[in-house]
């Protein structure tokens, strides 16, 4: 199994900055893609950010240029640094990783428990 927790989450001015951290921790063999979905009240979770285990990132229209996604292989960690945020960017934000637990084992998807996101003035 592998457990991923969230942390960074907060209430912030528009135009501000937040950094997100997500830690994967259990009998992680590998970790490929890890993501940062979000979901505001009345909507369906959306992919706001996703990178490979080679670096390749992708993100939607409505985040390019304002949030950053990285991560730290060595301490299985993913971040999500966002700026220039809006009022609409307002939601739960929740990491996802696709891992393999073994060698050769089946590559399954995990989700951490989410962290608010609040930005207003």
């Known amino acids: 199994q592998v457990q991923l927790v969230e942390s960074g989450g907060d209430l912030v001015q528009p135009g501000g900055s937040l950094r997100l951290a997500c830690a994967a921790s259990?009998?992680?063999?590998?970790?490929?893609?890890m993501g940062w979905y979000r979901q505001a009240p009345g909507k369906q979770r959306e992919l706001v950010a996703r990178?490979?285990?080679?670096?390749?990132?992708n993100y939607p229209d409505s985040v390019k240029g304002r949030f950053t996604i990285s991560r730290d292989n060595a301490k299985n960690t993913g971040y999500l640094q966002m700026n220039s945020l809006k009022p609409e960017d307002t939601a739960v934000y929740y990491c996802?990783?696709?891992?393999?637990?073994?060698?050769?084992?089946?590559?399954?998807?995990?989700w951490g428990q989410g962290t608010q996101v609040t930005v207003s003035s």
């Open positions: 259990g009998n992680i063999f590998a970790i490929y893609t």
């Open positions: 990178i490979t285990s080679g670096g390749t990132t």
């Open positions: 996802n990783v696709e891992a393999r637990t073994v060698v050769r084992g089946p590559v399954y998807s995990y």
